[in-house]
């Protein structure tokens, strides 16, 4: 067996199950589900209806590179939502089955392992990166969120002889589970580490769409990178899907963008990773990539669980509204395991703890004390789930200081 998987940790859902087996929810309270990232809005009727007509692609074998036409969609996307030039779509942008695989996969293709590897990654974060660090050979570094920047990520903290070192560095923006978005100053000071110190910088964007202001959308890495005069995006490839975007994580559907270079090497790992999407897929996809109607709704759903939630959850916890993405990062008034417990045990409405996100880095664990709430429920749901937050805040809080 290989000894590398050996040195993974357990997904934080399976601590969240350990964590919560002996806890049983009143009988007469309905469970509500909001720990997990899943979004459960209505799929697009285009995409379906796509999908149905395209069954005849069952019959062939997918090209690894995707179909043209997926290409070409995916491009002209980018395009249209980042305010640049489409990408190549001959050598710029690949399709995958959905972010995470190719996370995950992007790793085994660029980094050496013959030699002193890290990997940096965002702490709290996505263990897919750390996971994928770790089977590729590679030693995470974990760049702890600092509070005094919104959650967000203080560049000057990596020592250089960790840099030296780096070969990758994720980073994630919209942030999860945080919702921190990285600015034009941010990626400014990236794109020069990542030029002196020679590492790629894979950039995850699955929750791009998920934002609340219509005039001032997330900045995206792509667009980043043109704006700092970098239009060959060198060392920079971006990874966003059709899941969060489009409420299709069943589809497994998404992109790669960015240097032509390592997209080339990255093609070449998939021929043999045998990760094809498609026809069927690939014909669903297009149809929600070319329709914004359901996205603008998307979004409108969840500009509303916000809306409701918030000021009803600030009654008792200490959580702001995000930039982007549909979670809350919410303080705890005590062990954010023990509250996740006593909480699901008192109420049935289930949250994941934010240390079990984060790894021990630094002297702490920066996800220690707060909960991560996916509003990813019924409106309906999400607000009585919130006034059960709040009456439990109340007893919790009472118990923690006797």
């Given at each position: 067996m290989?000894p590398r998987?050996?040195?993974?940790?357990?997904?934080?859902f399976?601590?969240?199950?350990?964590?919560?087996a002996?806890?049983?929810?009143?009988?007469?309270?309905t469970?509500i589900?909001?720990s997990?990232?899943?979004?459960?809005?209505?799929?697009?009727?285009?995409?379906?209806?796509?999908?149905?007509?395209a069954?005849?692609?069952?019959?062939?074998?997918?090209?690894t590179?995707?179909?043209?036409?997926?290409?070409?969609t995916?491009a002209?996307?980018?395009?249209?939502?980042?305010?640049?030039?489409?990408?190549d779509?001959?050598?710029?942008?690949?399709?995958?089955?959905?972010?995470?695989?190719?996370?995950?996969?992007?790793?085994?293709?660029?980094?050496d392992?013959?030699?002193?590897?890290?990997?940096?990654?965002?702490?709290?974060?996505?263990?897919?990166y750390?996971?994928a660090a770790?089977?590729?050979?590679?030693e995470p570094?974990?760049?702890n969120?600092?509070?005094?920047r919104?959650h967000g990520?203080?560049?000057?903290?990596?020592?250089?002889?960790?840099?030296?070192?780096?070969?990758?560095?994720?980073?994630?923006?919209?942030?999860?589970p945080?919702?921190?978005?990285?600015?034009?100053?941010?990626?400014?000071?990236?794109f020069?580490?990542?030029?002196?110190?020679?590492?790629?910088?894979?950039?995850?964007?699955?929750?791009?769409?998920?934002?609340?202001?219509?005039?001032?959308?997330?900045?995206?890495?792509?667009?980043?990178?043109?704006?700092?005069?970098r239009?060959d995006?060198?060392?920079?490839?971006?990874?966003?899907s059709?899941?969060k975007?489009?409420?299709?994580?069943?589809?497994?559907?998404?992109?790669?963008?960015g240097?032509?270079?390592?997209?080339?090497?990255?093609?070449?790992?998939?021929?043999?990773?045998?990760?094809a999407?498609?026809?069927?897929?690939?014909?669903?996809?297009?149809?929600?990539?070319n329709?914004?109607?359901?996205?603008?709704?998307?979004?409108?759903?969840y500009r509303?669980?916000?809306?409701?939630?918030?000021?009803?959850?600030?009654?008792?916890?200490?959580?702001?509204?995000?930039e982007?993405?549909?979670?809350l990062?919410a303080?705890?008034?005590?062990?954010?395991?023990?509250?996740?417990?006593?909480?699901y045990?008192?109420?049935?409405?289930?949250?994941?703890p934010?240390s079990?996100?984060?790894r021990?880095?630094h002297?702490?664990?920066p996800?220690q004390?707060?909960i991560?709430?996916?509003?990813v429920a019924?409106p309906?749901?999400?607000?009585?789930?919130?006034?059960?937050?709040?009456?439990?805040?109340?007893?919790?809080?009472i118990?923690?200081?006797e």
């Amino acid at each position: 067996m290989n000894p590398r998987l050996d040195a993974l940790h357990p997904y934080p859902f399976e601590k969240l199950r350990r964590l919560l087996a002996d806890s049983n929810p009143p009988a007469d309270l309905t469970p509500i589900d909001l720990s997990i990232g899943e979004p459960r809005h209505t799929p697009p009727a285009v995409a379906v209806e796509a999908m149905r007509n395209a069954m005849g692609g069952l019959s062939v074998y997918p090209p690894t590179k995707g179909g043209v036409a997926l290409r070409q969609t995916m491009a002209a996307w980018i395009a249209r939502r980042y305010d640049i030039a489409a990408p190549d779509a001959e050598t710029q942008i690949l399709p995958v089955q959905g972010s995470r695989e190719a996370l995950f996969a992007f790793a085994q293709t660029v980094i050496d392992g013959t030699r002193p590897c890290r990997v940096i990654c965002p702490n709290p974060f996505y263990q897919i990166y750390e996971g994928a660090a770790l089977l590729a050979g590679a030693e995470p570094w974990y760049l702890n969120a600092d509070p005094a920047r919104g959650h967000g990520p203080d560049w000057s903290t990596i020592p250089a002889d960790v840099l030296e070192q780096t070969q990758l560095i994720y980073v994630c923006s919209p942030g999860n589970p945080t919702g921190h978005v990285l600015t034009l100053e941010d990626w400014r000071i990236l794109f020069a580490m990542a030029d002196k110190y020679d590492f790629i910088i894979a950039a995850d964007e699955c929750y791009s769409e998920i934002h609340f202001d219509e005039a001032h959308p997330p900045l995206g890495a792509l667009e980043a990178a043109v704006r700092l005069g970098r239009p060959d995006f060198r060392r920079l490839v971006s990874f966003s899907s059709l899941s969060k975007r489009s409420s299709l994580p069943g589809l497994r559907s998404g992109y790669v963008a960015g240097d032509a270079s390592l997209l080339q090497r990255f093609l070449l790992y998939r021929t043999y990773h045998g990760s094809a999407m498609s026809a069927v897929v690939s014909a669903a996809s297009i149809a929600a990539w070319n329709d914004e109607a359901h996205v603008l709704e998307n979004r409108r759903l969840y500009r509303q669980k916000l809306e409701a939630v918030l000021p009803i959850l600030q009654e008792a916890l200490d959580v702001d509204a995000p930039e982007a993405a549909f979670f809350l990062w919410a303080a705890t008034p005590g062990d954010d395991a023990l509250f996740a417990r006593e909480l699901y045990a008192a109420t049935g409405v289930t949250v994941l703890p934010g240390s079990f996100l984060a790894r021990e880095a630094h002297g702490r664990n920066p996800g220690q004390g707060r909960i991560r709430i996916a509003l990813v429920a019924t409106p309906e749901a999400c607000v009585e789930a919130a006034r059960r937050i709040v009456d439990f805040c109340s007893t919790f809080s009472i118990r923690t200081k006797e």
